[in-house]
């Protein structure tokens, strides 16, 4: 059975093997802070999926006011599941809780941004009912001039 449940910094190990696996190396020590940082922070969340005492997965989502629509925006911004769990219906829960949570908060659309390489995520999301409205654009900023 499948557990979604708020991320604790307890987990901050875990979460840092998955995001190791997603491509974006972290040390504990530094997913602990991130966690602290995000639960500071009230239009925020961080949920993980527990599977018999096991962290399998996590996502975290923003919200934030815009000032294209009335109503806030809501992001996905991390979905991972361990890659011996996927197909498991694991993210498709985990993705699920986050809308819920948007959705209770006044968001009337999630958006998710998932880099161009990862065709596979690309179909999940379009599995459970994202379209592809536009491209993703980044600049990496350096040091202030």
């Given at each position: 059975m499948t557990v979604i449940r708020d991320a604790l910094e307890e987990d901050a190990a875990t979460l840092a093997q998955l995001l190791g696996q997603l491509g974006y190396p972290a040390r504990a020590d530094e997913m602990g802070a991130?966690?602290?940082?995000?639960?500071?922070?009230?239009?925020?969340?961080?949920?993980?999926?527990?599977?018999?005492?096991?962290?399998?997965?996590?996502?975290?989502?923003h919200m934030f006011p815009s000032i294209h629509?009335?109503?806030?925006?809501?992001?996905?911004?991390?979905?991972?599941?361990?890659?011996?769990?996927?197909?498991?219906?694991?993210?498709?829960?985990?993705?699920?809780?986050?809308?819920?949570?948007?959705?209770?908060?006044?968001?009337?659309?999630?958006?998710?941004?998932?880099?161009?390489?990862r065709d596979d995520a690309h179909a999940f999301y379009g599995r459970i009912g994202y379209a592809q409205t536009g491209m993703r654009l980044t600049k990496v900023l350096g040091e202030p001039e």
């Open positions: 991130r966690l602290v940082a995000l639960r500071q922070y009230p239009q925020a969340l961080a949920f993980v999926a527990e599977q018999q005492g096991d962290v399998v997965g996590l996502v975290t989502c629509a009335s109503a806030p925006v809501a992001w996905l911004t991390t979905l991972i599941v361990d890659r011996h769990h996927c197909g498991l219906g694991i993210g498709r829960r985990l993705c699920r809780a986050a809308e819920v949570w948007a959705r209770e908060r006044g968001a009337q659309r999630v958006s998710v941004s998932s880099g161009a390489q």
